[in-house]
Nanobody, 126 residues
Framework: QAQLVQSGGGLVQPGGSLTLSCAAS????????MGWFRQAPGKEREAVSW????????YYSHSVQGRFIISRDSAKNTVYLQMNSLKPEDTAIYYC???????????????????WGQGTQVTVSS
């Protein structure tokens, strides 16, 4: 069964760091563009960061640019989101996603997404 399994997340103080992991089973991540969305309470799900199939292009939302880093480890079939200098407004449920269609920018969280992770809570609070 093809699926994405997330790990990481939790409670961190402002200014702290967390790394989220997203491991694929049943398919190869290298065949997909991979990314992260997040959804805060009462808000729509928004794209945070994406890495294209070639690993050459990486995309970040304005709110996380310079603080978050997306990466892929093909040997582990896993994609990561390293989150630094976390702010209370980063608090949300984070979802990893896989998309087979080509991208030139971050995709929207719609039906084109092939696979979703189960989501993981990130809470930034003192």
């Amino acid at each position: 069964q093809a699926q994405l399994v997330q790990s990481g997340g939790g409670l961190v103080q402002p200014g702290g760091s967390l790394t989220l992991s997203c491991a694929a089973s049943g398919f190869t991540l290298d065949s997909y563009n991979m990314g992260w969305f997040r959804q805060a309470p009462g808000k729509e799900r928004e794209a945070v960061s994406w890495i294209d199939r070639s690993d050459y292009n990486k995309y970040y939302s304005h709110s996380v640019q310079g603080r978050f880093i997306i990466s892929r480890d093909s040997a582990k079939n896993t994609v990561y989101l390293q989150m630094n200098s976390l702010k209370p407004e980063d608090t949300a449920i984070y979802y990893c996603a896989a998309l087979s269609l080509s991208i030139a920018s971050m995709p929207t969280p719609g039906p084109r997404i092939n696979y979703w992770g189960q989501g993981t809570q990130v809470t930034v609070s003192s």
